[in-house]
């Protein structure tokens, strides 16, 4: 696949924000000002790199996410995203359409969804994988840009990615979304370090399901951080504790 910077801007706090295209998968990247390469490829260091991947059928400019990986660059890090298929603008599926309305109308309906949510979920795993793979082969031969590699945001394709990438070095997850089954098996495989973060009184998402997903993960280091409150309600002082995880495991 043809790689391609597409824009770049500099930020008020020096980040370089480069928007790109690999083949139809469309992504951005931030560099922090200390390793920010141009365009002309001129860098002075190397930062380790931090995938961020936002919940399933989301947007890649999705403020919360462009918050984070802002702020992670900051900390040091290059911060990568992109729009994997099904995912924001990119076309879906007659298919994935129809089982997205099947799963609105039983949510609404107040009946089982866990059916309907593999249905949702699991394929879109399936193909995101792939292009987030591909990405991270095209992200690393950038100059300033080099491992190890750190994986935030959706757990059920962070653990798919963490268990068929060795590149993968450490992860954080949030415990919030539909984990489909192959996943809730694949977390026996994963031996990385992992911080979890979980939303007590998350809505739509059992909190017994997200503890005994942790509880599954087969890593020696691993951390659960709760918190009081709904689904985006996850406090600021986490994404600052999310730094220091990867500082601890990534520098």
């Given at each position: ?12 706090d ?101 059916e ?26 950038l ?97 600052e ?9 990534l520098?």
């Open positions: 696949m043809h790689f391609t910077f597409t824009s770049e801007q500099r930020l008020d020096g980040v370089l924000e480069r928007e790109f295209t690999l083949g139809e998968i469309p992504g951005t990247l931030w560099t922090p000002a200390s390793t920010s390469a141009s365009t002309s490829g001129s860098t002075s260091a190397q930062a380790p790199l931090v995938l961020m991947a936002h919940n399933n059928g989301l947007p890649k400019a999705q403020p919360r996410l462009v918050a984070r990986a802002r702020h992670t660059t900051a900390c040091g890090y290059a911060v990568a995203t992109i729009d994997a298929a099904g995912c924001g603008d990119r076309p879906r599926s007659a298919a994935d359409e129809q089982a997205r309305a099947d799963l609105r109308r039983a949510m609404r309906a107040g009946e089982p969804v866990d309907i949510f593999e249905s949702v979920v699991g394929p879109m795993v399936e193909k995101a994988v792939p292009e987030w793979r591909t990405t991270l082969d095209a992200l690393l031969a100059p300033g840009i080099g491992g190890p590699v750190g994986y935030s945001g959706w757990t059920a394709l962070g653990i798919r990615l963490a268990a068929v990438d060795p590149r993968i070095a450490a992860a954080g997850f949030f415990a919030g979304g539909y984990v489909p089954r192959a996943q809730r098996e694949e977390a026996r495989q994963i031996t990385i370090p992992l911080l979890l973060l979980l939303q007590w009184d998350d809505e739509g998402n059992p909190r017994q399901r997200a503890l005994d997903l942790f509880d599954a993960f087969g890593s020696e280091q691993k951390t659960l951080h709760a918190n009081l409150g709904g689904h985006t309600g996850t406090p600021w002082f986490e994404v504790d999310g730094g220091r995880f990867y500082d601890r495991h520098k």
